[in-house]
């Protein structure tokens, strides 16, 4: 347990294999990130606690996303019976 998690709260914790399809795409939002906060702060390096950082807010981006299109999915598979 980190001070920056520190519940290993379930957008954090990783629960699915590497190379999976949502790691691909926490990767994906992460790398977009650091591009963004470099583009954002060019005098600067990224630290370790930064890209931490940016890794855990990616992975709540897309569980974020995520649970919003399960439940349109749910929704309308609801609305459809």
Known sequence: ????????TPATTDRLPTGSVYETEVENQAQYMFTWW???NPDQELDSDTIATLRIQARMIVDEFRARDAAEE???IMGRT
Do not use: E, F, L, Q
Not at 1 to 8: E, V
């Open 1 to 8: 347990m980190s001070a920056h998690n520190p519940g290993n």
């Open 38 to 40: 470099r583009d954002s």
């Open 74 to 76: 749910v929704a309308w």
